[in-house]
Each structure stands twice: as C-alpha cells, then as structure tokens.
C-alpha cells in the first residue's frame, strides 16, 4: 500500500498539474486536428515532432521546418498509442518524455518523493502521486508503490527514464505479470545485456573483442586481487549491474585494491541492489564510443549512428558529441554493424545503446557494455537524424515498427550535449545541494530535433550502415535546453546532482562548438557550484577544438582546464561597489528631501563609501573600492588590490533591476548581472567565506564571485566557531554518513581513512590531515550533516 502518514496523505491523492491544465499551446492542438484526424490516425502524414516545433516556432516567432522531413508508417500495421503512461522517474528525464507524450496526446503521471513535490516534472504532468520519503529505496526503486500508482491512475505504460528502475529486469517482470507495458526491453535481455559478465561472454561468442579482465562469478576479495594481479595493473574495478560510473574505480597498485573493491561493492549495492563486480585491464589512452541502436518486435533493427562520450570526471560524461569525430566511414560501418549484431543476439527491443573502448594507441575498438535503456545523452543523436527518440519508445512499445529503415536515417551537421551538473570543479568535482538562488539561461530554438529527412544525402556505399555526412546543410544552428529544475528550486543530497543539459547543433563541429561556447556563456546558476565555468573553458580548448579526445582528457589537460584564478579585475571590482552602493542607497525616486536624507543626511550632496571585496580564493588580499558620489548621479571610483590601482572617473551608473547593473566605464556602456547570495540563516559570522555575503559578477563569458566581508563587531559576536583546527576534519558537502572508521582516542596516521560520505549517490572518503590522536568525533553512521560541520578532530602529535 501506498504511505498514508498524516504528514503526507494530502500528497499521496493525485494532483492534477496546474502546468498540465492550463499550458498546452493551443496551437499544437490545432496543428493536430488539421493533420491527425480520427479517421485517418493511422496515416501520420506529418510527424508529430514536426507539429510540435512549428507550433514552437510560431510562437517565438522563428521560422517553421520544412514539411517533408519523415517517413509515414505503413497505416496497415499501425497500432494506436497508448492512452496515458506513468513516467518512474524524475528530474530532466521526467520532464522530456512528459514533452513528447503531451505532443502525442497522451496523458502522463508523474511519482515523487516527498522531497520533490513542488519540483517541475510533478507541476507538467497531468497527475502526480507521492511514493514515499527521500531515500530512493523508498520511493523511486519501490516497485509495489509505482506498480499500485499503475493501477490507481490507469497508466496502461511505463516509462522507466534512465537510472532508478530502468535496467531492473524483476521491474520489467513485474510490470508484464500485471499486464502493464514496459516502455523498454524484455527483461530477458536487460538480464543479458545488464550484467557485464554476461554481455561480454555473448560479445566474444559473437566474435566481438572484449577487454582482457575477469568476468566471472567469484567474488572473493583475495581471489579478485590475484586476478588483477595477473592481468596486470592499473585494472578497472566495475560493478557488473553497474552504470553511470556508480561502483567503478580504477587502481594502479595491490596496495589500493582492496579499500578500492570494498568502496566499489558497497557503492553498486546502494545504486543497482548487486555488489558483484567484474576486473578488467585499464586501457591507458581510451576513448569511449557508443553506438545508438533501436529494435522492434517484428525483427527490425537500426543503427542510428554513433556518439563520442570520452571526456569524463568521476568516470562520468559531462560531454558528448555525435558525430564521433575522426572516425573513417569503413569504422562507423563496423561499429554500427556489430552493434546490431549485439542487438539482435538477445533479440533486444527497443532503445539501447552499446558503448565501445577504442584504444587511440592501437586503433582498435573493444566491446565494453550494453545499456538497456534510453541514455542521458540521446539528444545529440536526435539533432543529427532529426527524430525524436521517445516517440520512437513509445511506437515501438505499442507494437508498432520502426518509423525509419537503415537506409532512410539520416546523418546531418554535427551534434553536442553539455550536462550542467551542480558540483565543484576546483574540488574533484564533488556534488553540491542547495536552493537555485538565480537561474537565467539562454533561449532555447526548439523543444525537438528539427526534421532532417530533406539533407539526407544518399550512399554509394554497398553497406546500409555507410552514410554520407551533410556537413553542408543550409540550416541555421539550433539549441535545446533539456531542464528539470526552475530557479528557487532545491538541489538535494538524495539524487544525481545533474541541473539541465544544453544541447547544440550546426552543419559541422566547428558551428556546432561555437554555438555551444556562446550557449554556455549566456547560463547562469547561483546558490549552488556549477561546472559551467569549466564546461565553457573544456569547449574553447586547443586539444578539445582540434577532437583529440580521450577518457583522461581532464587530469591531460588539467593545468589548461584550470588556470590560477585571477585577480578580480578592476571593472568587476568597481561594478560589484555600485551594486552594493545603489543598493543600500537608492537613487530617489521622487523630489522629496525625506527620500534622500538616508545617503545626504550629514554630507549634503557628498557621499562616500569605502568598501571592502575578497575573492574566492582566501589565500588572496583583499581589495578596497572607494566610491565617492557627485552631483547628477555620477560616481568616481578608485579600485585598490594587492598588485595595482585603477581610478574611474564620472562613472555614471543605476540598477535596472535588482540584478542587473547599467553603468558606463571610462565611455563603455556595460550591463551587468550581479547577483547576491547571503549565507545561510543561522550560521554564525566566521572568517570563513560560507558565512558571508557573495556577489556573483556575470561580465561578458565570465563570472566573478566576490565576498563582502563580515563586519569586526559581527565576527567577535560569532566567535568564528566555524574556524577549524588544523586536524580537524570538515563535511565538503551536504551528505550522509556512510561509515565513521575511527573512535575517539584512536591513534591515526597521515591519509588514513577516518569517515566515508555520500552525497548524489557519490561516495567520498575523509583522510586524517594529521598524525595524531582523535580527539572528538562528532558525526554516526547514516546522520545528515551539513557542509562544513566538523566531523572528526585530530589532535597533532607534538613536533
């Protein structure tokens, strides 16, 4: 039974979304009445894609597709959709299949734990049930409560998203056991090709090269490092029902393996329900290259060309383009061929993408998994075959064939996806939480790939898996914007950290980067770290610009990627002090003195203000600005920091909103997003920067944080009780205890692990600072703690 806790019954009744009553563009039900008519539903004369983006088109004002940019499906073996589904996820991926299932006219339901019951996927669909509370073990990956949601709405499908339940055959088991669909594989096939072991056995039955490793079932710690042993390190421990870079660690040494394994295990269990885990031989300079494929149940099955998803952090993409650039047409014919091949083994339907190691130093590729579900980076292959990939889900699940043969799908211009992910890139990337304080993005061209059956070039080519790339195309670039949160939204520590993605496309690389480089310039988050920043400095790097790709681009290039941040500039600096000083002292807007005594009170017309900024990085001097107002308006401006001093002169200057700063600098006329973040409620002033007021200076592709000191008197009434001794050990983010490893007057040594963490499903071992004795411990196993709560103190031994 579903939860019926007073403090969650009202959530528990289905909501039917206001989003969902009041925002169907008018337009696109008419565009369907005029081409879909009942009697004629089975003849889809206009794709429903391309209905969607002209209505997106007209209503924004840009111009239509054109309208022959499909294939009709043969009206004799077409199988009506279905009437309403349920969508067991949530963030992004919720909100993409509610887009094109409302662009069908089916009715969707949405499930949410309590923790996301005002979020965006819960507000676009048509009902919404609560599921439980936050953990995903009592709420997403809970099979009896989605299946009861089932029956209670009338969903007659399910659409599992990726993540959570998508690859969980006994899901796929029970759904049909109830006679509701699994919009995804047999289960028979997820058990296949889900498990790494397995799907590796079948890819060398086929004749497919795997990576040499252990794919067995013994899972003896010992017996696991005499394996890795003998196929020679470094080797990559991987759960075998793993995805997404969740139970992966690579090691380099025997002395690592074993922290390595236990780490590994315990992390695939909380994430998939299965510890095993399989060890393969790392492969030094890899490139991660994978294969779109889509089968039905009538036996057909497609390639729809590949991606290039190598450069990653934390063994996750951050990054993927389609095409895979430099790739010769004889290795797309290959890959695609053998991912076909492995398709049709398990007799696969549905979406699914097999994903290959290409070794840049030999050349050659090797099978490495199959996953059984749509991916997070399928939009890039939609753009360049202009179709859209749920829609093809739900034909091919209502029993339909496929839309398209090998032949008709086309190749065209060039792809990317950048996934806007709330973590610290300067700190190994970890995870971040907190509430999107500011959320402006740049303005998305269309909701759906624009059809591109019209650029579709014919092959010369013997091989139906040859095309022939339009890299020429008369098409305006285009952009996507895949979100599942809206500004003031929470991030939280329950779930994968991911924001939104930003999807670009051109008639080749070089437009397509350079649309994507602007799109990042123009996205901006505050109140949470974001790796936008980083993703903009990856996009304009030689190696990356030049497609030298690889899965360790990032430590390759990390000094590239991460320069010294620099001095706050002269001109950030001197717009950060107007912000602050038209802001507690606003321009009057009315002729009488009482409007203005605050800022002329004792001055007269004379105001001034000297005001100090620190940047982020607290090993740096501060700055001072001093800013001295004069008649009409007009400031003067002198900017101090530790290497120079710059005066403005004259500057004139307002706010046109309360983000945004007009001013004009030495005659240039700037706007500028300034953003501010206070620290939390309740936290104590300190001297550490969480405590106090940021500025976040959006100027040009740049953003500066700047922190406004907390006055002297705030600080002695803190007591700066967040100062940290140098053996004391504090949470990097908000997350949940998973093992404290010491106890008070335990004896430690330097790099020892003492607590294991875990946020956005990511875990995160603590090291002793020090030498010494534990002094306190101030944390249990499975307790929330906040970022930068003192875990684990250790005293120093004496020097």
Not at 347 to 370: H, P, Q, R, S
Not at 466 to 482: D, G, K, M, Y
Not at 531 to 551: D, M
Not at 627 to 640: C, E, K, Q, Y
């Amino acid at each position: 039974m579903l939860p019926t806790r007073p403090s969650i019954a009202s959530r528990s009744l289905p909501r039917i979304s206001k989003v969902a009553r009041t925002t169907r563009p008018a337009l696109i039900t008419e565009l369907h009445s005029r081409v879909v008519s009942p009697r004629d539903s089975h003849r889809r004369v206009v794709s429903s894609a391309q209905v969607a983006n002209l209505a997106f088109s007209q209503s924004r004002g840009f111009a239509s597709a054109a309208d022959t940019s499909f294939t009709a499906l043969s009206h004799s073996t077409h199988k009506p959709l279905f009437d309403k589904i349920l969508i067991a996820n949530r963030g992004e991926i919720a909100c993409r299949v509610i887009r094109t299932a409302r662009k069908l006219g089916v009715k969707t339901v949405a499930v949410y734990s309590e923790v996301d019951a005002d979020a965006l996927h819960v507000q676009l669909a048509d009902e919404a049930y609560c599921i439980g509370p936050a953990p995903s073990a009592e709420s997403y990956l809970c099979i009896d409560k989605i299946i009861e949601v089932c029956h209670r709405s009338g969903a007659q499908a399910v659409h599992p998203g990726y993540g959570f339940l998508s690859e969980n055959a006994t899901f796929a088991e029970r759904l049909a056991q109830e006679r509701i669909t699994f919009i995804g594989p047999p289960a028979s096939a997820i058990v296949s090709m889900g498990s790494k072991s397995e799907s590796k056995n079948i890819m060398s039955a086929a004749g497919v090269p795997v990576v040499p490793g252990y794919h067995g079932t013994n899972q003896d710690p010992d017996f696991l490092q005499q394996e890795a042993s003998r196929i020679g390190y470094p080797v990559l421990i991987k759960a075998v029902h793993g995805g997404g870079g969740k139970g992966m660690r690579t090691v380099h040494s025997g002395s690592e393996f074993k922290d390595a394994l236990e780490s590994a295990k315990r992390e695939a269990v909380k994430s998939f329900s299965n510890g095993d885990v399989l060890v393969e031989k790392y492969i030094e300079r890899p490139r991660h290259v994978e294969v779109q494929v889509f089968a039905d149940e009538l036996g057909g099955c497609v390639s729809l060309w590949e991606r290039d998803c190598s450069v990653q952090r934390r063994n996750q993409k951050i990054i993927e383009e389609a095409p895979a650039p430099g790739l010769s047409p004889e290795l797309r014919a290959d890959l695609s061929a053998k991912a076909v091949a492995a398709a049709k083994a398990v007799n696969y339907v549905g979406a699914g993408t097999v994903e290959f190691i290409f070794d840049n130093d030999t050349e050659k590729f090797y099978f490495m998994e199959m996953n059984t579900r749509l991916q997070v980076e399928h939009p890039v292959t939609e753009m360049i075959t202009g179709l859209d990939l749920v829609e093809w889900q739900l034909e091919v699940a209502a029993g339909n064939p496929l839309p398209l043969e090998q032949s008709a799908i086309p190749l065209v211009g060039h792809a990317f996806e950048a996934r806007i992910y709330a973590e610290n890139p300067r700190n190994n990337f970890l995870p971040d939480s907190g509430q999107l304080v500011y959320l402006s993005t740049p303005e998305p061209t269309h909701i759906f790939a624009p059809p591109l059956d019209a650029h579709r070039l014919e092959s010369s080519s013997e091989s139906e898996f040859t095309p022939v790339v339009n890299t020429s195309a008369a098409l305006a670039p285009a952009l996507r914007l895949e979100q599942g949160f809206e500004q003031g939204a929470q991030i939280g520590v329950f779930y994968d950290p991911m924001i939104a993605k930003l999807v670009v496309h051109g008639r080749d690389r070089t437009e397509a980067l350079r649309k994507l480089r602007t799109a990042l310039e123009e996205y901006r988050v505050v109140g949470v770290s974001t790796n936008v920043e980083f993703l903009r400095t990856l996009a304009g790097n030689h190696a990356f610009i030049a497609g030298e790709v690889e899965t360790g681009f990032i430590p390759k290039h990390f000094d590239e990627l991460f320069p010294p941040i620099p001095e706050p500039s002269h001109q950030a600096l001197a717009q950060a002090a107007l912000f602050v000083v038209l802001r507690d002292h606003p321009a009057p807007t009315s002729p009488s003195p009482w409007s203005t005594l605050t800022s002329r009170r004792f001055g007269g017309d004379v105001y001034e203000r000297i005001i100090t900024l620190q940047s982020e990085d607290t090993e740096a001097a501060s700055a001072t600005v001093h800013v001295h107002s004069l008649a009409n308006g007009l400031f003067d401006i002198t900017t101090r920091t530790g290497s120079s001093e710059h005066t403005f002169k004259s500057v004139s200057a307002h706010l046109a909103s309360p983000t945004l700063l007009n001013a004009t600098l030495e005659d240039a006329l700037v706007r500028t997003t300034i953003v501010s973040q206070r620290p939390p409620a309740g936290v104590p002033a300190s001297t550490s920067h969480n405590t106090m007021e940021r500025l976040h200076v959006f100027h040009g592709a740049r953003k500066t944080t700047l922190v406004v000191p907390s006055p002297a008197w705030l600080l002695s009434l803190g007591g700066d009780v967040l100062g940290a001794a140098k053996g004391a050990l504090r949470a990097p983010m908000p997350s949940v205890v998973v093992e404290v490893r010491v106890r008070e007057g335990e004896r430690v040594e330097v790099g020892q692990p003492v607590v294991v963490l875990e946020s956005m499903k990511t875990e995160t071992v603590l090291r002793a600072p020090v030498a010494g004795v534990v002094k306190a411990v101030a944390c249990s196993k499975g307790e929330m703690v906040e970022e930068g709560r003192e875990l684990v103190d250790v005293e120093e031994d004496a020097a």
